[in-house]
């Protein structure tokens, strides 16, 4: 289930980095900026624009999910310090036997609009996400859910258009029906996918994505495609997390680098993606306002296992190869500067031993060994068409520096210059629907940040069949079963050890290469206090006061 996210949810794919160059764009980011800001009282923050129109299941990416995290509550939501699951809108979540919840809400929760969030606005936003003709990217969230096959079949029409497991009971109560046991489905409650929709979702749709309503601490008061998008205080909102400023204006860029000058500039607030070449001297740069700390978030490198050529046993070998032939450490070291450590498994170092985290589950294939990797390429036939290339967007992340150094980490090892090339996509959104529309041909960038920390959001949203994130069409019924079987368990340690089976099966195949285990980074300005990142590495808005 997830997204990065997290992207890759993903709970969502994550935006990668780079450098090109300036555009018109950037440079109105910059120039309207002023040492004063665009209001007294608002943050301004480094952002890009998202790939879809914002709605809460049909993004899976970083940048639409900052935004649905400002706008909208669910039934849970994540401590901003612990990632512990604690309840938003929901009074409680009950059950007797881990497959029947009744859900009740708490009184006094209203959108942004002034209407009531009811039972009926979390079950008709989750039926409208579940049924296939929405064509939802997130509907895989409810698929757990009783009818959720009658919704959403993998072939042909719809039987219903609502799961047959959400009852409305009052207006403050639902009932949930699970296909499965799911001990832990709760805990999944705080990814945005599951937020409640006003009325004006569905008798305005077209209206509401140019300007989304929801029950969340901020409102959108508008939003001009690669400018910027400016948000408010919610005064109808309910949580206890009020927002300590005016609003946010999350302003766009297309090069992280330019974002930096800004911050550096007074210009800009708040950047959570520092550029690569920056990260060295951040922390002097920056005057001690500089963020670097663990975060949920992996990278990796996918292969596309739709595409023949990479289907074989030999193929097998091949990847295995490629993955000992990239030297991990070098990489870390001489380019993020300690914001980032060597992946030896495929979940986080947040999660901790208790949660999923395993180093060293990877074994031999994730450690740097040419001799070994160029053995297993020439076992495995040699590069597929003799040749390979590493594809990302490059307008976030520094992304085209670490491909660089991957794939001459590759010729390295085989002696051979081109054998591995990058290529780089210039956007984000562009290359997120070349990966959507199984476009990829070769090894591309696939990162992840978790939507709530539980190994299976690191595992199940990115390699179950067919599965929301599954960028690379793997696909293997074991471990889809071991998946299975790990949700219907009603001990979280056993649950924890059956993902384990299949991660360790995963790695076995390698779909995707453990790369590195990304920290949370951001810099700030001296305008703004009380910055912080949760631990999904998103700024924590509504706690940032403005001086």
Excluded at 55 to 64: L, R, S
Excluded at 149 to 170: F, N, R, Y
Excluded at 223 to 228: C, W
Excluded at 415 to 437: L, Q, Y
Aim: charged share 20%.
């Amino acid at each position: 289930m997830r997204a990065a996210t997290r992207t890759t949810v993903i709970r969502r794919a994550l935006a990668a980095a780079g450098a090109v160059a300036l555009t018109a764009t950037a440079c109105a980011s910059s120039s309207d900026g002023g040492g004063g800001g665009s209001a007294d009282g608002v943050v301004r923050a480094f952002w890009t624009d998202p790939q879809h129109p914002v709605e809460p299941a049909n993004t899976n990416e970083v940048q639409g999910g900052k935004v649905l995290d400002m706008i909208s509550r669910g039934l849970k939501k994540y401590n901003p310090t612990t990632g512990a699951a604690e309840n938003a809108v929901a009074e409680s979540i009950e059950s007797d036997d881990q497959q029947n919840f009744t859900v009740k809400l708490k009184k006094g929760w209203k959108f942004s609009d002034g209407t009531a969030v009811t039972a009926k606005s979390f079950v008709d936003a989750w039926n409208y996400g579940a049924l296939v003709t929405n064509k939802q990217i997130n509907s895989y969230f409810f698929q757990y859910i009783e009818g959720y096959q009658d919704v959403h079949p993998e072939k042909g029409k719809p039987t219903a258009k609502t799961l047959s497991g959400l009852k409305v009971k009052d207006a403050r109560t639902f009932t949930v029906k699970l296909n499965q046991k799911f001990s832990l489905w709760p805990q999944t409650l705080g990814y945005s996918a599951y937020a409640p929709l006003p009325k004006s979702f569905f008798t305005d749709h077209s209206g509401w994505l140019e300007k989304p309503v929801g029950n969340g601490p901020y409102k959108v008061d508008s939003y001009t495609k690669g400018q910027s998008m400016k948000l408010s205080r919610n005064t109808h909102y309910a949580g206890d997390d009020k927002p300590r400023n005016k609003g946010v204006e999350l302003k766009v860029y297309t090069d992280q680098n330019t974002g930096y000058t800004d911050l550096q500039a007074g210009n800009l607030d708040v950047v959570d993606e520092l550029p690569a070449g920056q990260l060295k001297n951040a922390k002097r740069d920056l005057g001690g306002r500089y963020i670097n700390q663990p975060a949920g978030i992996i990278q990796t490198i996918s292969f596309p296992m739709y595409d023949k050529a990479w289907q074989s046993e030999k193929a097998i070998k091949v990847r295995r190869g490629i993955s000992m032939a990239i030297n991990r450490k070098q990489v870390s070291e001489k380019i993020y500067h300690g914001t980032r450590e060597p992946a030896t498994d495929l979940t986080s170092p947040v999660l901790k031993a208790a949660g999923g985290y395993q180093p060293g589950l990877c074994g031999d294939v994730c450690s740097y060994d040419p001799k070994q990797a160029k053995k297993l390429i020439e076992e495995g036939g040699g590069l597929p068409g003799g040749k390979i290339t590493l594809t990302s967007n490059v307008d976030t992340g520094s992304h085209r520096q670490w491909m660089e150094a991957v794939c001459n980490s590759i010729n390295r090892t085989l002696g051979r210059n081109s054998a591995c090339t990058v290529n780089p996509v210039p956007t984000f959104s562009e290359f997120r629907s070349d990966i959507t529309d199984r476009k990829m041909t070769g090894m591309f960038r696939t990162g992840w940040q978790m939507d709530y920390p539980l190994i299976q959001n690191f595992l199940q949203p990115i390699f179950y069949t067919d599965a929301s994130s599954n960028d690379s069409g793997f696909s293997d019924p074991q471990v889809d079963k071991l998946m299975d079987k790990a949700n219907s368990a009603t001990d979280e340690k056993a649950a924890i050890g059956l993902f384990q089976q299949a991660e360790k099966r995963i790695l076995d195949t390698l779909p995707a290469i453990p790369l590195w285990y990304q920290n949370g980074n951001a810099g700030y300005s001296s305008r703004v206090s009380d910055v912080k990142l949760n631990p999904f590495s998103v700024p924590v808005f509504t706690d940032i006061k403005v001086k």
